[in-house]
C-alpha cells in the first residue's frame, strides 16, 4: 500500500475550544488510523549517568529496575540504558559510552553510531530530559507513513526488531524541538521491555519492604512547553500527522498571575489515553516559567510528565519519607479550600482534609468529581527544566485549572529564587511593564472571537 498524498495545513480547521465547538482541532485521518494509538509506552531520557538517573527514580520514587543495555562484545558499543518501572509507568535512561566520532578500531555498527550521536547531540543541546515520548500502537507503518505523508520527519522507518522473546515493529519521527515518538508494535513480543535489553532482577532496599511502595498506575499526561506563538503549530501538527484532536477541560488555560502567564491546548489520542498539553507562554510582567523553561532546554521539549496514582496520600507520604521535596503551598489555600470544599456537591471527598494540608496537596472540584496533584520541587535535571507532577483523579478529567493560580505563585517563588522571574523578552516586549493583570487574557478572547468570526 502506498503512503497517502501530503495535504496542505490549510485541510486542519482550528477552532479554540468553546463548547459550541466540541472539535477545535479538526484532521483527515481515517477513524481505525486513529483508533490505533493505544497508550503510553515509555518515556527515554537522554542523560549523561544513566544509572545514577535510574537510581535516583528507584531510591527516591520506588521503580523497580526492570531492564538494561550494557557493553557488550558486539553489541550496545556506543549507548547504554537502564530502565526502570512502577505500575505500567516505563521509563528509560540512555547514556553515550564513548564520545561521538568515529576512531579507528573502535567496534560500532553504522546504526548503533548513529543512536549514539543523536542522544550526545541532545545532551550537547538541551541537557538531561525527556528525548522520546513512545507510544504503544496497533498499526506502526499505517501511522508512520499517515505521518510523513503529512508532514512529519522521518528519524528512523518502521523496522521489526526480534530477539528469543519475540518482535516489535518500530518507528519513530520527530515533534516538537527535538524530541521524537517512537511507535512500538507488539507482534508477538514477551521479553520485559523491548528485544536486546536484558531483565533486570536487583532490588534497592527500600523496595524490597512491601510497605514502604509509592503506587503509580501509569502516565497520565505529558506537556510540552513551546516558544512563543508557537503553540497551534504544534497543535496542528498533532491533529494532521498524528490523528490526535483537541481535549476540552473546563480548565481555564490562559493563566496569568502576579507576573507570568502561560496557554496550553490538550491534544489527545482518539482513545483519550494518551494526552499531550502543549503549552506557551504568554504576555505577562515577568518571564513565564514557560520562557524559562525553553531558555534553559535551549528550545521547545518535555515539561512535565504527570504520573497517575489511585493513592496520593500513600504515594506522597511515602516519597516525603525518601526525601523527595514538593512545590510548598500556602497555608491560606487550606483556609480557602474549607469553603471551597463546603460548597461542592460531587462525589464525597475521601481523603482527609489535613492529611492533604500535611501533605500541602492541591485540590480541584468540577462537576464531575475532583482531583489532587503536587508537584516535586526539584527539577529532574541540573537546568530549571523539566519536572514530575504526581495525580489522582475522582471523576475530574481536567488538569487543575482551579489551582493554576496557587501552583505558579509557588512556581514562580522558585523562579525569582534562581534569579529568573525578570521582564520577559518575548515578542511583546516593547509593551509596557505596567501591563494589567488579566490583560492577556482579554487579547485571548479577541482572537477566539475573531477566529470564529473567520468560518
Ligand atoms: O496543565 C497541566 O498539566 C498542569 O499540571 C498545570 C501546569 C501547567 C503549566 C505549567 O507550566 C505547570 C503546570
Ligand atoms: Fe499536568
Redesign the pocket.
Known amino acids: 500500500m502506498s503512503a497517502p498524498a501530503p495535504i496542505p495545513p490549510a485541510d486542519i480547521t482550528y477552532m479554540p475550544g468553546t463548547t459550541s465547538n466540541p472539535f477545535g482541532y479538526v484532521a483527515p485521518m481515517p477513524k481505525h488510523l486513529r483508533e490505533s494509538y493505544l497508550n503510553f509506552f515509555s518515556a527515554r531520557f537522554a542523560c549523561a549517568n544513566a544509572k545514577a538517573m535510574a537510581h535516583y527514580h528507584e531510591s527516591m520514587m520506588g521503580f523497580r529496575a526492570l531492564a538494561r543495555r550494557e557493553m557488550e562484545k558486539d553489541r550496545n558499543r556506543g549507548l547504554c540504558a537502564e530502565v526502570v518501572q512502577n505500575g505500567k509507568i516505563t521509563l528509560e535512561f540512555v547514556a553515550p559510552v564513548m564520545p561521538a566520532h568515529r576512531e579507528e578500531g573502535l567496534k560500532i555498527s553504522d546504526e548503533e553510531y548513529e543512536d549514539l550521536e543523536s542522544v550526545s547531540l541532545f545532551l550537547q543541546r538541551h541537557g538531561e530530559g525527556v528525548m522520546d515520548v513512545v507510544f504503544e500502537v496497533k498499526k506502526c507503518k499505517e501511522l508512520y507513513d499517515w505521518a510523513i505523508a503529512h508532514g512529519a520527519h522521518s528519524v528512523a522507518e518502521p523496522a521489526l526488531r526480534t530477539d528469543v522473546y519475540g518482535s516489535v515493529l518500530a518507528a519513530t519521527i520527530r515533534t516538537y524541538g527535538d524530541v521524537l515518538h517512537t511507535l512500538v508494535e507488539r507482534i508477538d513480543y514477551s521479553g520485559c521491555y523491548l528485544p536486546w535489553y536484558k531483565p533486570v532482577e536487583t532490588v534497592v532496599p527500600i523496595n524490597s519492604d512491601l510497605s514502604h511502595t509509592v503506587p503509580f498506575v501509569k502516565i497520565d ?1 505529558c ?1 510540552g ?1 513551546q516558544d512563543w506563538n508557537q503553540m497551534e503549530g504544534v497543535c496542528k501538527f498533532y491533529a494532521r500527522a498524528l490523528g490526535f484532536h483537541q481535549y476540552f477541560t473546563d ?1 481555564d ?1 490562559n493563566v496569568t498571575t502576579e507576573y507570568s502567564a ?1 496557554e ?1 491546548t490538550v491534544m489527545a489520542s482518539e482513545n483519550e489515553k494518551i494526552k499531550m ?1 502543549i ?1 506557551m507562554p504568554a504576555i505577562g510582567k515577568r518571564m513565564s ?2 520562557e524559562e ?1 525553553v531558555r534553559y532546554n535551549n528550545g521547545p521539549g518535555v ?2 510528565l ?1 504520573l497517575l496514582t489511585e493513592d496520593i496520600v500513600a504515594a506522597v507520604t511515602e516519597m516525603r519519607r525518601r526525601g523527595v521535596q514538593f512545590i510548598e503551598v500556602s497555608p491560606q489555600y487550606y483556609v480557602d479550600l474549607r469553603d471551597r470544599v463546603r460548597d461542592y456537591h460531587g462525589p464525597p471527598i475521601m481523603e482527609n482534609l489535613d492529611d492533604i494540608e500535611a501533605l500541602n496537596l492541591l485540590v480541584d472540584f468540577n462537576k464531575d468529581g475532583y482531583l489532587l ?1 503536587t ?1 516535586v520541587k526539584d527539577h529532574i535535571s541540573s537546568r530549571p527544566t523539566a519536572f514530575y ?1 504526581i495525580i489522582q483523579r475522582r471523576g475530574a478529567q481536567g ?2 485549572g482551579g489551582n ?1 493560580r496557587a ?2 505563585e509557588s ?1 514562580e517563588r522558585e523562579q525569582a529564587r534562581r534569579g529568573n522571574l525578570h521582564p520577559h523578552s518575548g515578542p511583546q516586549s516593547q509593551y509596557p511593564e505596567e501591563e494589567k493583570e488579566g490583560e492577556n487574557r482579554g487579547r485571548r478572547r479577541e482572537r477566539t472571537a475573531h477566529a470564529a468570526k473567520q468560518d
Open positions: 499526561h506537556v512547553n480548565d488555560y502561560l496550553t498539553p503549552t516559567q514557560v523553561f515539561q512535565h504527570a496533584q508537584f507532577e488538569f487543575g493554576f501552583l505558579f512556581i
